[in-house]
């Protein structure tokens, strides 16, 4: 009994040996572990210290709890000045009442990132530019505990950007008057004011004044562009007729239409009133989708265009039984100088311009612009082609 009582105190102390044993290289290994993550936090954290854009973390209320040294290099508050204070106080505010709602909405009540461009001002009192991504991080509730602002100062490559608007506006503005010159002065002569043609002087000169309408269309677009960019875009609404519009931008391809058998189908709702719209630019989109459609469409195909009103608004509806767009080049048609693939060989006349343009004034007035396209081309006709579809509220445009 004795001998047996020996033997289970030496098993029992064996075993808290190992017990001990096993407990301490559990420590050992946490601690271990918790070196690590020291050593990868202190990693993050000197990543995040000497990251070149400004990184802010806030509580849920945007009271600012840490800034990185780059927030303090490009507002110009010392961090010390930073920490406490409200997010975007020492160095916001210069934005109207409507963005900081828009993105308080975004980041707390929608609970996802919010992204655009910001001016700012630095604590000497200059102003900047900033592109701007608030993101709110979650605990496990899902509650929102933290955001986090990352902002880049673009204060430079935006001057860059209008120094290069400027530069395409004035060479714009410079080569459309000899250009209008030659064109007038072609005209003249291609009506014979100048003297009888024969075949071929009409054919040179054909080519010719042909080429100079190419020129000043890229011209003039390449004006509205300078002006989108450099927001010099005016708008002047006043009463104006939808008809009366889209009917210009027919007779403008009227004889292209002949040339290709392309039949021009008109669905215009009766009564439709005059709404109050920027003249000048809103008969650029009829003429731009119009002509896209003519253009875009091969020998006996048929376009229609429908204007109707729809509840407060009036759309426009420009359907082709085209070449359709196809699906990779979708997301990209309203870029400025993007060409889908399968138009450059049909019609290499485009600059990728037109849609960028048509996009800009429709937004412009408060409008909408979106279309559907099928491209391919063993669908039988009326099966494949592109309808581009703008809504524009009525009589909401402001003059600006
Ligand atoms: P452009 O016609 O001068 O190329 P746009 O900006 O008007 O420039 O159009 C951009 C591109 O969108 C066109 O090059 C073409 O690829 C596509 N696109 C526009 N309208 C149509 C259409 N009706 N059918 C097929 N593709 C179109």
């Known amino acids: 009994m004795y001998c047996l009582g020996i033997f289970r105190d030496v098993t029992e102390h064996k075993k808290m040996e190992e017990e001990l044993k096993n407990k301490y290289e559990e420590i050992e290994k946490e601690k271990e572990e918790t070196r690590l993550l020291a050593q990868n936090l202190e990693k993050f954290k000197l990543a995040v210290e000497s990251a070149s854009d400004h990184i ?3 509580d ?3 009271i600012i709890l840490y800034a990185n040294k780059a927030t303090e290099h490009i507002t110009g508050y010392p961090i010390r000045e930073i920490i406490g204070a409200k997010a975007g106080k020492p160095w916001g ?3 109207d009442k409507d963005f900081y709602v828009k993105m308080w909405k975004v980041i707390k009540q929608d609970k996802k990132t919010f992204k655009g461009e910001i001016k700012n001002k630095r604590k000497n009192g200059q102003i900047y530019d900033a592109e701007t991504s608030i993101s709110p991080i979650f605990n496990k509730n899902g509650e929102v505990e933290f955001f986090v602002s990352i902002e880049r100062d673009i204060t430079t490559v935006k001057e860059i950007d209008r120094a290069k608007s400027e530069f395409v506006s004035l060479a714009s503005h410079q080569l459309r008057t000899p250009l209008t010159a030659i064109s007038w002065y072609l005209e003249e002569v291609f009506d014979e ?3 009888k043609l024969n075949k071929q002087q009409k054919e040179y000169l054909n080519e010719v004044q042909n080429s100079s309408r190419r020129m000043i269309d890229l011209i003039n677009n390449l004006l509205n562009l300078s002006r989108i960019e450099l927001g010099t875009f005016a708008i002047m ?3 104006t007729d939808l008809v009366e519009l889209a009917e210009d931008a027919i007779k403008d391809v009227v004889l292209q239409a002949r040339l290709k058998k392309i039949k021009i189908e008109k669905d215009y709702e009766e009564g439709l009133s005059k709404i109050n719209l920027d003249p000048k630019l809103t008969a650029m989109v009829f003429q731009n989708l119009v002509s896209n459609a003519i253009k875009y469409t091969p020998e006996n195909g048929e376009i229609n265009i429908k204007i109707k009103k729809e ?4 759309l426009i509806v420009v359907k082709d039984t085209g070449y359709g767009i196809p699906k990779d080049a979708q997301s990209k048609i309203f870029t400025k100088f993007y060409r889908a693939d399968n138009v450059r060989t049909q019609d290499p006349n485009g600059n990728g311009l037109g849609l960028y343009i048509v996009k800009a004034i429709v937004e412009k007035s408060k409008g909408k612009i979106w279309f559907e ?4 081309k063993s669908l039988p006709a009326g099966r494949h082609g592109t309808t581009f579809f703008v809504s524009l509220p009525l ?5 600006k």
């Open 395 to 399: 009589g909401k445009a402001e003059s």
């Open 237 to 239: 609404p006043r009463s």
């Open 193 to 195: 004011k100048t003297g």
């Open 60 to 62: 849920a209320e945007g």
């Open 373 to 376: 396209s099928e491209e391919d």
């Open 56 to 58: 802010v973390i806030t």
């Open 311 to 314: 509840g407060e608004n009036a």
């Open 93 to 95: 505010g210069l934005m």
